[in-house]
């Protein structure tokens, strides 16, 4: 399945829409939701649930477009079935179409993200509006925002429970490629781990390390590979800080809502970096301190933009440190890796039992 890419790179992000519309955001721009093929293996990839990261959705809108056209006899119908949801917030699509799409004109593939753009215009969710530990906690919960509720009465139209899900994340700033496991999974994923090791090696980067104990649920299974956050573990953060407030403002997340549903599912969060940290996770820390030397740079290089600095002169500083863009088309090629790592880990585990 990993030489597919190729393949689902060619199609359109402009996959059918008929009868996909799942829901509506809070702004009222339409959800859309596709459910393709009539294999037994249930199959749930979600994109969007940050809205500064918008290389997942462009992946799952051409991943789609791709499935659509394989007729029913195709293996990758027969075997799955499909639950896929390109975007689940176009509002925040919309506020960050500025830097991913230079001003409504569409970014090559091949490009990397613009530092200064990045840093000018890039706009995120707080906690309470975050709709990736925004799902419903029970079915009487009318608080959850309409997209999370959208996507929760999408996945609960599945005949069977699922085997696999994937939320498509992205990070700002990092050494490499992370990848985030479910924990159940975490004595059972060496053949993930070795088929992500390998497609990450032959594009020549490395990993992503750090070292963060449990901490919101994170903790380190081996180099680049890590357990996915838990909701609990995160109001327990802040409760810990004495944040109240924050920590009842997380709801389950789609990891946890998608296993709330039955069976034993392996869920995965893809974290691909837009720029690239050299030094960063060569000493785990806690603190890693070139990842806090790094962390102090990039907020002043933020600050300087602020303040009316000339645009080239960041671009020239972050260009003599070490500073580089990851291609959108090599972090779309990652996250469709770990897609297929993950099925394979899945039928792997399967054949096991």
């Known amino acids: ?19 996909s519309r799942i829901g509506t955001s809070r702004e009222g721009r339409p959800i ?10 249930q199959v749930s990839l979600l994109g969007g649930c940050h809205a500064d990261e918008p290389v997942g959705p462009r992946l799952l809108r051409r991943l789609v477009s791709f499935l659509q056209a394989q007729p029913p006899e195709s293996p990758l119908r027969r075997r799955y079935c499909w639950w896929v949801i390109p975007h689940i917030n176009p509002d925040g699509e919309e506020r960050n179409r500025r830097w991913f799409d230079r001003g409504g004109v569409r970014r090559d593939d091949g490009d990397g993200i613009d530092l200064v753009e990045y840093l000018e215009f890039v706009i995120r969710e707080r906690p309470g509006d975050d709709i990736e530990f925004g799902f419903p906690r029970d079915e009487k919960d009318g608080e959850a925002r309409p997209e999370n509720r959208a996507a929760w009465n999408f996945w609960k139209q599945a005949k069977r429970p699922f085997s696999l899900h994937g939320s498509l ?14 924990p159940a999974y975490r004595g059972r994923m060496k053949v993930l781990q070795d088929r992500c090791e390998t497609a990450v090696s032959s594009l020549g980067y490395r990993l992503h390390d750090v070292e963060r104990n449990g901490e919101k ?3 380190r299974i081996a180099r680049g590979f890590c357990t996915r ?10 409760l810990e800080r004495r944040e109240p407030e924050v920590a009842r403002l997380f709801r389950p997340s789609s990891m946890e809502t998608i296993r709330s549903l039955g069976g034993d599912p392996l869920t995965l969060v893809s974290e691909m970096p837009f720029f690239i940290l050299p030094g960063v996770g060569e000493d785990l820390g806690p603190p890693d301190l070139r990842a806090e030397e790094w962390k102090e740079r990039i907020e002043h290089w933020r600050l300087k933009l602020a303040s009316g600095a000339p645009r080239s002169e960041i671009r020239t500083e972050a260009s003599v440190e070490g500073l580089g863009a990851m291609p959108i ?25």
Request: hydrophobic share 40%; with cysteine.
């Open 1 to 19: 399945m990993d030489d597919l890419f190729s393949e689902i790179i060619k199609c359109s992000e402009a996959c059918g829409n008929q009868d």
């Open 32 to 41: 859309h939701g596709y459910s393709i093929g009539e294999g037994p293996v």
């Open 169 to 182: 994340h992205g990070m700002g700033f990092a050494a490499g490629p992370w990848f985030l496991i479910e």
């Open 217 to 219: 649920g994170f903790s």
């Open 229 to 238: 956050p838990d909701s609990r573990e995160m109001a327990r953060f802040f």
């Open 329 to 353: 088309l090599d972090q779309m090629d990652l996250q469709w890796t770990f897609i297929a790592a993950g099925l394979a880990q899945v039928s792997s585990s399967c054949r096991d039992s």
